[in-house]
């Protein structure tokens, strides 16, 4: 997509930098209106200087607000910023490598019988499974980031609920063998196999919060669960494996109970089916040829979806990754101005103090001393504006807590990170006046007086 510029917005933002320069060049035009010419044609280098104080004061003073404004927003960056690599690096259960999700709609083709979900789950696996580059096919209905969880009141085994609320738990359907393809660990018990067919005995695979909230921590494994429907109520499920907690497309959600049941032994159609192709290279290379095998199945098979597990993830924390770069690029802006304020700041008093450090250097002092002179002069400059910032990055940034995920705004590495930056940069911006400060010539400055 093809992003054209605003004239308005150009014209609006020329007009703000026209109107900013005018307004903070006016003050010292004006002030420089009332200079004394006597006086400035006597004192030389220094003249005015005494005219001029206040103005320098209110310069420090701005420096002083750069700074502590830098608090805040580098603060807030970094916050952003650490918050975005949790949210990358969470555990989601699974192996998201070289992982290729197809969504397809067997109904629509005219698989609409409980039978018909089943021939096009084992036609995919089979099919899939043999093309050159594929590891392993899992077969699911909600499956991974499809947006399209389903739920289910249950009745468990020695359970009361508290409310009508403690009744209810995700639910998906999946294939043979859908945990080991997708690096899902079995923690107890075993997954569903050839043996869990429409005949056998109902089985169903819980996660490790349906075992915490449901029975306390204790063995699930030869429990039962019902589905609370009048259909299912003769058709108890008996727990056989307990599997990892996986995460959704909503990795900020907290993780639900969830149950898994067989394809082979539903008793409805699936209205949808996730594929997830486990390849051995690019996945995203490997999506024509899925798209090819399936439509040779049958090609009125419906392909609503076809992405790699890397994009969902990316996808999903879209915001996040866009916040996070906004705040950076504010932050470093920031940092530079304050950086540049400061310098500006420290090089008008080496100026405006040149008599006063050529007295200094002609009664003994070394170059040592008139360095510390400046740069201590500067690091006030940056204490005082980095005080006056952490308060109030601390009560602002109560804003973004909302968007945080794994750490608070009140997270001290992260202010740690944001004192030290600024104050390497104060020094830094702060060196070459400093140096410049002991390179005056004693004699030279003494020939104003």
């Known amino acids: 997509m093809q992003i054209t510029p605003d004239l308005r917005v150009l014209a609006f933002t020329a007009s703000v930098c026209l109107l900013t320069?005018?307004?903070?060049?006016?003050?010292?035009?004006?002030?420089?209106?009332?200079?004394?010419?006597?006086?400035?044609?006597?004192?030389?280098?220094?003249?005015?200087?005494?005219?001029?104080?206040g103005g320098f004061q209110w310069g420090k003073l701005l420096v002083t607000a750069q700074v502590a404004l830098s608090v805040l927003v580098l603060f807030a960056a970094g916050l952003l910023i650490r918050s975005l690599k949790n949210l990358e690096n969470v555990q989601l259960g699974f192996s998201r490598d070289h992982l290729l999700l197809v969504r397809i709609d067997?109904?629509?083709?005219?698989?609409?019988?409980?039978?018909?979900?089943?021939?096009?789950?084992?036609?995919?696996?089979s099919r899939l499974s043999h093309l050159p580059g594929v590891e392993q096919?899992?077969?699911?209905?909600?499956?991974?980031?499809?947006?399209?969880?389903?739920?289910?009141?249950?009745?468990?085994?020695?359970?009361?609920?508290?409310?009508?609320d403690q009744r209810q738990a995700s639910s998906d359907k999946v294939g043979s063998g859908f945990f080991s393809a997708l690096g899902i660990p079995v923690i107890q018990g075993r997954e569903f196999g050839a043996q869990d067919t429409a005949s056998s005995v109902?089985?169903?695979?819980?996660?490790?919060?349906?075992?915490?909230?449901?029975?306390?921590?204790?063995?699930?494994?030869?429990?039962?669960?019902?589905?609370d429907d009048p259909k299912y109520l003769d058709k108890p499920m008996?727990?056989?494996?307990?599997?990892?907690?996986?995460?959704?497309?909503?990795?900020?959600?907290?993780?639900?109970?969830?149950?898994?049941?067989?394809?082979?032994?539903?008793?409805?159609?699936?209205?949808?089916?996730?594929?997830?192709?486990?390849?051995?290279?690019?996945?995203?290379?490997?999506?024509?040829?899925?798209?090819?095998?399936?439509?040779?199945?049958?090609?009125?098979?419906?392909?609503?979806?076809?992405?790699?597990?890397?994009?969902?993830?990316?996808?999903?924390?879209?915001?996040?990754?866009?916040?996070?770069?906004?705040?950076?690029?504010?932050?470093?802006?920031?940092?530079?101005?304050?950086c540049i304020g400061l310098y500006g700041v420290m090089s008008y008093t080496v100026a405006g103090r040149t008599r006063e450090i050529g007295v200094r250097m002609a009664l003994g002092a070394?170059?040592?001393?008139?360095?510390?002179?400046?740069?201590?002069?500067?690091?006030?400059?940056?204490?005082?504006?980095?005080?006056?910032?952490?308060?109030?990055?601390?009560?602002?940034?109560?804003?973004i807590n909302s968007m945080l995920f794994g750490l608070q705004n009140t997270d001290p590495l992260s202010l740690a990170v944001v004192v030290i930056v600024l104050a390497a940069v104060g020094a830094l911006a702060s060196v070459i006046p400093a140096r410049r400060a002991t390179k005056v010539d004693p004699m030279v400055a003494l020939r104003y007086e």
């Not at 083709?109 to 021939?119: H, Q």
């Open 21 to 53: 320069g005018i307004l903070f060049g006016l003050v010292p035009a004006l002030r420089s209106l009332r200079v004394d010419v006597n006086s400035a044609l006597k004192g030389g280098i220094n003249a005015g200087e005494s005219g001029t104080r």
């Open 106 to 125: 067997p109904i629509t083709a005219g698989f609409d019988t409980p039978a018909g979900s089943l021939r096009v789950a084992d036609e995919m696996q």
């Open 137 to 164: 096919v899992a077969i699911s209905e909600s499956g991974l980031f499809s947006g399209s969880d389903s739920a289910s009141d249950l009745k468990v085994e020695n359970f009361t609920p508290a409310s009508e």
């Open 202 to 227: 109902h089985v169903a695979v819980v996660n490790q919060q349906f075992v915490k909230f449901f029975f306390r921590g204790e063995n699930p494994l030869g429990r039962r669960i019902w589905i």
């Open 238 to 338: 008996e727990i056989v494996g307990v599997v990892r907690d996986l995460r959704h497309h909503d990795l900020e959600k907290p993780i639900p109970p969830t149950f898994y049941s067989p394809i082979s032994q539903t008793d409805e159609a699936l209205g949808l089916m996730q594929i997830a192709i486990r390849t051995k290279t690019d996945p995203a290379a490997m999506t024509e040829t899925a798209r090819a095998e399936i439509k040779s199945f049958n090609s009125g098979l419906p392909i609503s979806s076809i992405k790699t597990m890397d994009y969902l993830i990316d996808s999903t924390i879209s915001n996040e990754i866009t916040i996070a770069k906004l705040s950076t690029f504010f932050g470093a802006l920031a940092l530079a101005l304050a």
């Open 366 to 399: 070394q170059r040592g001393n008139v360095l510390t002179l400046v740069m201590r002069e500067a690091m006030l400059l940056v204490i005082i504006g980095i005080a006056a910032g952490i308060p109030l990055a601390m009560l602002s940034t109560r804003l």
